[in-house]
């Protein structure tokens, strides 16, 4: 069996929210894992277990008290667009923008990468039709 390439590294994380002179909680205390090139993974738990602080210190948005995170060798500029381009994040709340139509949500992403809104417009459509969305692109959240 091949060795598998581990995409991400989690070492010994921690993470403790409050100043030293003040209440601290430690929401994460020495997580250890790795993530393989392929592998899907659930991060599940109570509320107020701390899989958000785990998520966000995963997507590089957040950085640990203690311990360190390898993202493939990342860094800089190649950091930011793994973030951008391959880290993806489903809500328990939809997270939609009120104020932007079905086809609108979709597009931020992608129009903060920089695509053009041709290409935009060929990716909408395409999701939407994967998703069978097309009917409400144009309705609101709300």
């Known amino acids: 069996n091949a060795t598998m390439e581990k995409i991400i590294q ?20 020495g997580i250890s894992f790795d993530i393989e090139k392929g592998e899907f993974i659930g991060i599940m738990g109570a509320s107020g277990s701390g899989k958000s602080t785990l998520l966000n210190i995963l ?12 993202i493939n060798k990342l860094k800089g500029d190649a950091l930011a667009d793994f973030r951008s381009r391959e880290i993806g994040f489903i809500f328990q709340d939809f997270n939609l923008l009120e104020n932007l139509t079905a086809s609108e949500n979709i597009a931020v992403p992608l129009s903060l990468q920089g695509v053009k809104p041709k290409i935009i ?13 097309t009917h409400i692109l144009d309705k609101y959240p709300a």
């Open 59 to 70: 997507s590089t948005l957040d950085h640990p008290t203690k311990g360190a995170i390898r």
């Open 10 to 29: 989690a070492n010994e994380l921690t993470k403790v929210y409050g100043k030293a002179n003040e209440k601290q909680t430690e929401a994460l205390k």
């Open 121 to 133: 417009q060929q990716r909408i459509k395409r999701v939407a039709e994967r998703l069978s969305i």
